[in-house]
């Protein structure tokens, strides 16, 4: 008996080229984003994500065929990613900002706030003085970061110089005696008192008389004396009663009695 090969039972499953856009669909509906799965679009709009998406599930078809599932899935997933944050061109001024906190904020890199300090340099003066409310442009964060400036913040103002108190004499200046016409001659005993006692034993009331020594006057006073107590050089030897008084008064307001009564016995 000749022996009849049976056919065989195995067939090739191959998958149709019909279903490979389905599965390049449904990779990408697994790559949604999680707040895309997590808020279900109404009905309108996912017919329309739909219409959209499909010539573009077409064209993935034709690069995914003949890439298998997993395949598929991975090179779905790292394309597929969320995309980055895009960084703000303008940034508002908050209480208790600084550059270096605002630099954190948009650079992630606290380091960086030369770049806000040169791009504002226009309305900010001092990079440690910045105003709650100021808008700040915020520039691509360069290759390099620029270097810092010189000076932060304004000098501190000088201390201010204190004047020196003025220093109050305790002398008191001579009052000046004012020169009167001479009296020729005559007799003064005085008002009482020290002055009539010094009188009577200096002069005995002579208003003009000089003695040998060259002590002149009621008071008999040198010529040193008589001007070290306001008297005027000029009448030395020839002043009225009246001035003659004034410098006693000047002397006795000074230096007390001591200049007579060690030796008049006043």
């Not at 994500?49 to 599930?57: D, I, M, Q, S, Y």
């Amino acid at each position: 008996m000749g022996s009849h090969r049976k056919k065989s039972l195995l067939r090739k499953h191959l998958l149709p080229t019909a279903a490979v856009p389905a599965l390049a669909g449904m990779a990408a509906a697994v790559c949604l984003a999680p707040q895309a799965q997590a808020e279900p679009a109404p009905a309108h709009a996912a017919v329309r994500t739909a219409v959209t998406a499909e010539p573009a599930t077409v064209a993935d078809a034709t690069t995914y065929a003949g890439m298998s599932t997993a395949d598929m899935l991975a090179v779905v997933r790292q394309s597929g990613g969320q995309a980055q944050k895009a960084q703000p061109d303008h940034y508002t001024i908050r209480s208790g900002d600084s550059l270096s906190k605002i630099a954190g904020k948009v650079y992630h890199k606290q380091n960086a706030w030369p770049v806000l300090y040169w791009a504002n340099r226009d309305k900010v003066h001092w990079a440690n003085i910045i105003s709650a409310g100021q808008v700040l442009k915020v520039p691509a964060l360069p290759a390099k970061i620029p270097a810092a400036p010189g000076q932060l913040g304004p000098a501190p103002a000088p201390a201010p110089v204190q004047a020196p108190a003025p220093v109050t004499s305790t002398a008191t200046a001579p009052a000046p005696v004012q020169a009167t016409a001479a009296v020729s001659g005559g007799t003064y005993s005085g008002g009482g008192g020290f002055q009539s006692c010094v009188i009577a034993r200096e002069s005995g009331g002579n208003s003009q008389v000089m003695n040998s020594s060259g002590h002149y006057g009621l008071y008999q006073f040198s010529a040193s004396t008589w001007a070290a107590y306001g008297g005027s050089a000029a009448d030395f030897g020839n002043a009225s009663v009246a001035e003659q008084n004034q410098v006693f008064n000047n002397a006795i307001a000074q230096g007390g009695q001591s200049n007579w009564a060690p030796y008049d016995g006043c």
